[in-house]
């Protein structure tokens, strides 16, 4: 009997390991399939596809294909799954063999039908579909798709493991308009070229003791002082942490300091008058003998150090102009906002970051810590946050890891997965403080908040199985009566809000807050502002874009609203707290939060608390708050309004940053052209000159000197006071930012744009006046010979002493792509940054050869162009010139 047990055991397992091994052959014999996907119809509800009927948002919809090869033998088996990334739902799919399912947030499964017939031997299947909204851009299809057979290892379908788009997806040229109608401008060589035309190289005399950014007075003298021997810096008003950053500038472009040159310092407040006696004002005095550097503050004193830095080049520095600058920013607030919620970004990255603001004179960085798809700070007491929520990978309890996401695989081995550690942290908010920085911590609630959500419930079930049910609940973020259907804009579930009637969700943000704060106390830079997000708190389906099935209108998606929710609005906690009349209905839940985080904030001594517009919008005014500031970054684009919804939020109280994507989102891409990277949804492309133009202190002028998204001119007029702007703010959002490369790419050189426009008002830049309108490619009130000239300048500024200047710091900024044109047989390039060297080929790229404008060549075939860095180390993308 215990020998036929044995047996019948033996039997079973093997059994149980033969299916195993089944299993997994099955999944590598499907990741080495070839994946392609080609978007086909970008206007697919103008071509014959009901996408009203499909339930498309705005009734948008786009067709593409998904076409996999099999180079082996024929594969019937149905035990498979191929799990990909999608930030545009699948609407419909055209292949009777195939149905797709949305998982959770971008991530859908493709599997086998009833219908599968099998993947024939040497052949390829091709699956259409239809996708919401449109696939104008690369990044709009994401990389690592992979395949699970029953319960094997994950397999990365091997043609999809790359940051390389192109190797697997296709965009048709004529396929990167909007609609039909779209009036941008396709950016090929030849449209490169008229736009650069502008713009002349400068001498480089011309060029001389210019400041960036600009300073509000200089006056520039012939002679140059010799600092050949070195600089000599005597800046006892710094400590010794700025000096330090200081030094640290001065050795990269190769200066020797502790001798020759002397470089003097002193704060003197009662030097500067009026406007010009504000934190960071200086006065820099540059002679043949010393250089003088006279602040309001430190900040000044910092600053004008940084004016003299801006003066030198990259290498070879043997002199420095003489001249007098006296200089005031004009924004206490000039922020940049990085995301490393999305996806991580390295702890040298941020710091090669603040090393670039510390350059430009930026001073807020704007942490953003936490989202849907990763939490990346260390909580003393909260480990799920980091062994759960800072991770992704193929674990569908969620116990774990967070589902993948955005093109990051099964895998967390990449920067979908990662977090700074406490001592990482309190790092960063040093060395941001001594190059006079301000971390602006953002832990994103009540929405956004998925990855907190799920580390929560992890550390519930832990405890629970413990038999610790009052510890289990004391950080509990979710209601368990709540049954709400409901949908947040990147299409996760209930599970992406933080329940704000729950006592536990208070306990768990006063748990963050104090930790972070202890964090800043030991870095010595105390906690003065405290980022609460509190945007998109809604189910988008219930927004204008849908229409319910039973009262169907013209133009929008049909579904059936009567299955929607929003947020928290099954929430027996919710229902309760709304019965006690402490709330008016679901929709003010979000403010309502905001009031009780104030209160937090408030009670640990901060005292201004930050979120973004939308999460403050149903509150009175500021004065219901708790904390004696509060800051909103205002995003609404200018072209749907947001010229004039600026000023409720300034007249309500709140000191307004300015944020504004069409102008101000970096990962927005640099240009209309279907390779380019980056979300588009606010503006089609935002390049350097845009952001240059920008007024961000009178938001109707902007209609003269820029077009909606779809290239259209606007008209913006506000009858309302504007009391004035506090600041700007860019954001880099890292949605399909997946690298620290990809990062730097989309932050510089836009960087240092952003860094002119807040620090120096232009003269083109017009007051506000209620009640005057700009209306685009009609009025002229600003001076476009003065802007155009303006920019001229500071294009030359970048390219022939900036980029250097980002090269020796590690940079991998992005290169502008040349314009170029061949007329009468004759090559020109230009690019839109002059001083940068361009290269061109005339044998499909084998050989380059350096272009001369003053020797243009004559060719008569196709011809390749590229811009290359100032040390010869990296190339732009590579354009056709025909």
Request: glycine fraction near 8%; hydrophobic fraction near 40%; include cysteine.
């Amino acid at each position: 009997m215990k020998r036929l047990q044995r047996t019948l055991l033996a039997l079973a397992l093997a059994g149980l390991t033969g299916n195993a091994n089944a299993d997994q052959n099955l999944a590598d014999k499907l990741g080495q399939f070839t994946l392609n996907y080609a978007v086909l119809d970008n206007h697919a509800g103008q071509h014959g596809v009901d996408c009203a009927a499909l339930g498309a948002d705005w009734a948008a919809c786009s067709k593409a294909t998904i076409t996999l090869t099999n180079h082996g033998e024929a594969i019937t088996d149905k035990n498979w799954i191929i799990w990909f990334p999608s930030i545009r739902r699948v609407l419909k799919v055209e292949n009777a063999q195939f149905k797709i399912t949305h998982v959770m947030g971008d991530l859908h499964k493709l599997e086998p039908g009833d219908k599968f017939t099998g993947f024939p031997a040497g052949q390829a299947v091709t699956i259409p579909i239809i996708n919401e909204y449109w696939q104008l851009f690369i990044t709009d299809v994401l990389p690592r798709w992979y395949v699970t057979s029953g319960d094997s290892r994950p397999v990365i379908i091997a043609n999809t493991n790359t940051e390389a788009l192109t190797d697997f997806v296709s965009l048709p040229g004529e396929q990167w308009k909007r609609t039909p109608d779209d009036k941008n401008v396709l950016m090929t060589a030849e449209a490169r070229y008229s736009k650069n035309s502008d713009v002349p190289l400068a001498d480089a005399a011309t060029l001389r003791g210019e400041i960036v950014p600009t300073p509000k007075a200089v006056t520039i003298h012939a002679e140059n002082a010799d600092i050949s021997q070195g600089v000599q810096l005597q800046l006892d008003s710094l400590t010794p942490a700025s000096r330090e950053a200081i030094i640290t500038r001065l050795k990269l472009f190769g200066v020797k300091t502790g001798q020759g040159y002397p470089v003097k310092s002193r704060i003197a407040p009662d030097a500067f008058k009026q406007a010009d006696a504000v934190s960071g004002a200086y006065h820099l005095q540059i002679d043949r003998r010393e250089a003088t550097i006279t602040g309001f503050d430190a900040a000044g004193v910092f600053y004008g150090a940084q004016s003299f830095l801006s003066l030198l080049s990259a290498q070879d520095n043997q002199q420095v102009a003489t001249l007098e600058a006296s200089d005031a920013p004009r924004f206490s607030w000039r922020a940049i906002h990085l995301d490393v919620g999305r996806h991580f970004h390295s702890k040298a990255a941020v710091l090669r970051l603040l090393d670039q603001m510390a350059a430009y004179k930026l001073n807020k960085f704007h942490f953003h810590l936490s989202d849907d798809e990763g939490w990346r700070l260390e909580i003393p007491g909260l480990p799920e946050l980091t062994t759960v929520g800072a991770n992704r990978c193929h674990d569908l309890s969620e116990k774990h890891c967070l589902l993948p996401q955005l093109g990051s695989g099964p895998n967390s081995d990449n920067n979908g997965s990662g977090f700074f550690t406490r001592d990482d942290y309190i790092g960063i908010v040093k060395y941001a403080a001594a190059r006079h920085i301000d971390v602006i911590p953002e832990i994103d609630m009540p929405a956004h908040a998925r990855a907190a959500v799920v580390a929560m419930e992890a550390r519930y079930d832990r405890l629970m199985k413990a038999g610790k049910k009052d510890d289990a609940d004391y950080y509990r973020l979710l209601d368990p009566t709540d049954t709400s259907n409901t949908t947040g804009v990147q299409y996760y579930n209930r599970t992406g809000y933080i329940n704000p009637c729950l006592a536990s969700s208070r306990h768990f943000a006063d748990k963050v807050i104090t930790e972070v704060q202890k964090m800043h106390q030991e870095a010595g830079a105390p906690l003065a502002v405290w980022h609460a997000g509190g945007d998109e708190a809604k189910n988008i389906y219930l927004g204008s874009g849908y229409t319910d099935k039973t009262h169907p209108e013209a133009g929008k998606g049909i579904i059936d609203m009567s299955r929607q929710n929003k947020p928290w609005e099954n929430s027996q906690a919710c229902k309760n707290l709304l019965e006690q009349g402490a709330v008016a209905d679901v929709e003010h839940l979000s403010s309502y939060f905001g009031v009780e985080l104030s209160k937090l904030v408030n009670a640990h001594g901060t005292g201004t608390m930050q979120a973004w517009q939308d999460g403050l919008k149903d509150a009175k005014d500021a004065s219901v708050f708790s904390t004696g500031q509060v800051n909103v970054n205002f995003w609404d684009t200018l072209f749907w309004g947001g010229f004039d919804t600026a000023n409720d939020w300034a007249n309500k109280g709140f000191r307004v940053v300015i944020s504004n994507p069409d102008y101000l989102y970096l990962d927005f891409p640099y240009e209309v052209n279907p390779v380019e990277s980056g979300y588009y949804w606010g503006a089609r492309f935002s390049d350097e000159r845009k952001i240059f133009s920008f007024a961000p202190d009178n938001l109707p002028q902007n209609a003269e000197t820029s077009v909606d998204r779809d290239g259209n001119y606007f008209n913006a007029k506000s009858d309302k006071p504007w009391p004035g702007a506090l600041g700007l703010s860019a954001q880099l959002w890292s949605e399909v930012i997946r690298t620290d490369k990809q990062m730097e790419y989309m932050m510089y050189p836009r960087l240092i744009v952003v860094a002119e426009r807040a620090w120096h008002r232009a003269a083109w830049e017009q007051d506000y006046k209620p009640g005057r309108e700009y209306q685009g490619g009609v009025t002229q009130w600003v001076d476009s010979r003065a802007l155009a000239a303006d920019w001229a300048r500071f294009a030359n500024l970048t390219g022939n002493r900036e980029l250097a200047k980002l090269d020796k710091a590690g940079i991998q900024y992005r290169l502008p792509v040349p314009g170029a044109r061949v007329e009468n047989g004759v090559l020109a390039i230009n690019t839109s940054l002059p001083g940068l060297s361009a290269q061109y080929s005339t044998d499909g790229g084998k050989s380059w050869q350096r272009y001369d404008d003053k020797a243009r060549p004559n060719v008569d075939t196709e011809i390749q162009v590229r811009a290359v860095s100032p040390n010869g180390q990296r190339y732009s993308r590579i354009e056709h010139v025909k």
